[in-house]
Every structure is written in C-alpha cells, then in structure tokens.
C-alpha cells in the first residue's frame, strides 16, 4: 500500500518507491549502494579542528524506533533524515542514578553537565534527592552546564524549544533545582522560600540572564495574570505564575541597564521583523504553555513560528559572535505527542525536527562547528508485524493469528485512556477493538497500548547520537549519556578542557595520515 498521506509528500514518495522497487530486483543495485557507502567511509577523514562554535540536537522522546517510523513517513524506507547522513555515531545509556527509566530533567542534566543525576532533579548531582530544596542551595551539589563553560569562554550561547522554556529539557542549561516541576513559585511547597523557582533563574541569574537567544513556550510561567488567547490556551499541565511578578518585564530592564541591544517577540510577525543587526539579545515567548503541535499551528502573523524558523533566527543572531557560539535546540513536542500515544503527531513532529537540523546545515560550515543531534530518552512506541514494503507507517501491518483482528504497524507498550484496545462485546466478552474501522492516519488517533495508566510513558532503551564537524569521531561506541558534554568541551576547549583542546593533534594527525594510506591502497589494489 502507497503512502496516502499529503502531510509527506505522497506523490513523490509512490515514485520513488515504485523506482526503488524496479531495482531492487537487479542484485547489482545493492553491490553498488554497498561499494558507493564504502569507498565514501575509506575517503572520510577526521576533523580535528577546534571547534569554534557547537550546536545540539535534542529530539525529546526519539527513540531508534520513532527515528526509523518518521524516516518511512517522510520518504520511504530508503530515504534518511537530515542527520542520517552524518559520518559518526554512537549509542547513548540512558538511565539515571537512580531509575532504570529517566525523566528528561536527569536526562538533560547528564547531555548539558556530564554529569548522571537523580531522576526529575535539574542541574544538581546524585546528592540532591527530588524535591530537596536545602541540598540543592549548596553549590558543591551543582552541576554546570556548557552554556556556563561556553561564556566563560567568551561565546554567545542560546537555545530554542518547542516546549516552555523552563520545561526539563532546557532548565538544566542554567538552572539548579530540586524538582523540575517547580517552574514557578506556584507550584513550590511553603518550606520552599530559600530556593528560587527555575523561570526566576533563567531571568536573574548567571548563566541564564547572559543567554544571547531564548526562544519557545511558557508566558505563563514567566508572566503573573496571563489570559488565553485565540490559537494560545492556558495550559493547565503546566505551573501558572500568581506572584505577580512578571519576568519578561524584568529580563528587558535587565537589558536596559547593561545597555544591551534587546528584542522581546511573541508572534511570527514579531519575529519576523527582528532587526538582527541591531538585536544581540532575543526573547521569544510564542505560547502560555508549550507551542502548538505542528499539524495544528497557526501559521499566520500572530501564530507561533516553527523550530526551523526560530532556529534560523537564533543562528542570525549568534553568528555575529566572532569568538564562536553555543545553540542548543530541542524538538520537544515529539515527546508530547508520544506521551498521548499518538503516532502520526510524534512523526511530524520528527520530521519538522529534521527540517530544523537540514535549515542549520545549510547556515554552518562543518569545518569549524560541531553539530550533534541526539535523544534524551526512548519512549514507548514500538514497530511490529511484517508490513508490506510501500505500506504506510501508520497503517495496519496484518490480522493477528489470535483474534483474527487487525492491528497497527506501530502501537504503544503503554497508554492512557485513549489508547484502549478492547471493548466488551453483546455476550459481555472482552474483544480487542478493530483498528481497520478508523483513520489511523489521522493526527488524533491514539494507537492500542497494551498497558494502560495516565499516559504512555517512557523507555528504557538506548538512544542514538550523531555527529558531524571538529572531533565528532568522538562518538565511536556505546558511551555513557553524560559523555557528550564532555566531548563538546573537548572539541571546544572549554570548561575542564580549556587547556587541552589540541594536545593529541599531532598524534591524530599521525593517525589520520596512517589511515589515508590504508584507504588509498584499498582502493588502488581494488
């Protein structure tokens, strides 16, 4: 079955795949794919160059499983996603020191500070138990990010989110905190006076009011009284600010003081207009909550911007650094969307992601700017049953030897409510729902769990980390989650690593010349 989907690009995809198929049946075809991948390996040397500027791909929630599933839904099964064409990989151990499954707090804590932590802390090490506000005010339990390293570096430093912008994957870049969840003061216990709320950190606090670009969701986490708007909705999951205080008021007069040259937007029209000549410090907060999920964003000039275009106007603004950058971008709705086992939003979200990383590569030169792109953590979507090449990902793989019922090419271990599989039929018996009856395609269809609690919830599993630019042959292995921190410091030569950036080049060099001569009498013998 060809694609039927116009969110991918169908009537592209059903050509390429009818001409894949046509010569898939020539065994020569698969020879020389084979002998065109080697002979591109054999040819590829190592790049050890400092690395003048870094930037990290975090795609909330992509496992192995929802890479492979978005790559089918965008292309086919030959096609890659932007970072599928990277030289370097390795494999990432997710697990905290003290779950097997991790939260993105912990998760993020290990990729930005290199060091593993509790599950649900932000910024802290193991010695900071979740919701410890006493522990985490002292600052030998901190752990600093690469935003702190890259400044004290002399670096402009940003980032960009779909979600808020105190949500747990980018609060470890500046915060230090016992409990994730205490974004704002509303959602902190009484005993809780002597710790600052994490909105209040990235405002007053270095490294957080030195960060040259924020740009994503969390007005009212940031802002006291907010009220909904037309395409933005108070979030009701999140922490709503009652102090009365309003942040973005006092980041801007933060500005003002230092005589920097700021902009705040909130819209794309807003963003649109930003005079990045004259802009050295942006904030951008689209959304009371999280932006909209990319199937239903308002795209006009007082909607919310995508991650391709606010990750293009953050790279505007941080390219004026001549001593170099730090960007991190995160994907986070693909999370969001897994969360409520719904496949088809967890896919676009990944391809919108891949639009981002394709928009960076064509702005950057690799030859001076590591570019990594990584997952916090799995999820728990799996890839089952023995689809027909051509099938849509999102449709139903075959009838199960069971029951006789149909069910999906990909479904959940766990659920919330909306993903029941059974029903109880007229003799009062228990029978899994047929999925062939609905649109599975559909961006609000819930796929069957097996498991069902509040929602679905997180894997265990591994995650993938990708790489191109200065020493990302670094990531060659199975490595420990909090590794990639320290390679970006390496690379950099920054933080622990300011005075060792360069010392083994003249051994890789060595290494890189040995190499070459190898691959050259590969290729002449051949």
């Not at 999140?238 to 040259?261: F, H, P, T, V």
């Amino acid at each position: 079955m060809l694609c039927q989907d116009s969110k991918c690009g169908c009537d592209r995809r059903n050509k390429a795949i009818e001409r894949i198929v046509a010569s898939d049946a020539d065994s020569r075809h698969w020879h020389q794919l084979a002998n065109k991948e080697l002979e591109e390996s054999l040819s590829y040397h190592w790049n050890v160059k400092k690395a003048k500027n870094v930037i990290l791909f975090v795609g909330d929630g992509m496992s192995p499983d929802t890479i492979t599933a978005s790559r089918i839904y965008r292309g086919g099964e030959t096609s890659r996603l932007a970072w599928e064409h990277f030289p370097h990989i390795g494999i990432l151990k997710t697990y905290t020191t003290d779950k097997q499954v991790p939260d993105s707090a912990s998760t993020a804590t290990a990729l930005f500070g290199g060091v593993k932590t509790n599950y649900e802390v932000v910024g802290v090490d193991m010695n900071v138990q979740l919701g410890d506000c006493e522990a985490s005010l002292n600052t030998n339990f901190h752990v600093d990010s690469f935003i702190t390293w890259a400044q004290a570096a002399g670096k402009a430093t940003g980032f960009v989110t779909t979600t808020r912008v105190t949500h747990a994957t980018p609060a470890p870049l500046y915060a230090h905190c016992a409990n994730r969840r205490w974004e704002c003061e509303a959602k902190m216990p009484k005993n809780t006076a002597a710790c600052k709320d994490i909105a209040r950190q990235l405002v007053e606090d270095e490294p957080g009011k030195n960060i040259r670009v924020i740009m994503g969701g969390g007005r009212q986490v940031m802002k006291s009284n907010v009220s909904a708007g037309e395409f933005d909705p108070i979030d009701t999951w999140a922490c709503y600010r009652q102090d009365g205080r309003d942040l973005i008021d006092e980041w801007m007069r933060d500005k003002s003081s230092r005589n920097l040259a700021y902009k705040v937007v909130q819209n794309n029209e807003e963003l649109s207009q930003v005079d990045i000549d004259n802009v050295d410090y942006l904030l951008g907060i689209f959304a009371n909550g999280h932006i909209e999920m990319d199937w239903k964003r308002e795209r006009g000039p007082k909607g919310q911007p995508s991650l391709e275009e606010m990750t293009v106007a953050a790279l505007r603004i941080l390219q004026k650094s001549k001593q170099g950058y730090f960007l991190m971008v995160e994907g986070g709705l693909i999370d969001y969307a897994h969360h409520r086992g719904r496949a088809a939003q967890a896919l676009l979200e990944t391809v919108r992601f891949s639009d981002a990383v394709n928009a960076t590569l064509r702005m950057i030169n690799s030859d001076d700017t590591l570019v990594i792109v990584t997952s916090d953590h799995t999820h728990s979507m799996s890839f089952n049953g023995y689809s027909p090449r051509g099938s849509s990902i999102l449709g139903i793989a075959q009838k199960s030897k069971h029951d006789g019922i149909p069910y999906t090419t990909l479904s959940y271990s766990t659920g919330g409510p909306n993903n029941v599989a059974y029903t109880v039929n007229n003799d009062g018996q228990a029978v899994r729902i047929d999925p062939s009856k609905s649109n599975t395609s559909d961006f609000t269809y819930s796929q069957q769990a097996t498991i069902i609690s509040d929602e679905a919830y997180h894997g265990g599993g591994d995650v993938a980390v990708y790489a191109i630019g200065p020493y990302a042959h670094l990531f060659h292995s199975v490595h420990e989650q909090n590794y990639v921190a320290h390679v970006i410091a390496y690379a950099a030569g920054i933080g622990e690593y300011s005075n060792n950036a360069g010392v083994s080049h003249h051994i890789l060099n060595a290494i890189l010349l040995y190499g070459t001569l190898i691959s050259l009498t590969l290729i002449a013998y051949k």
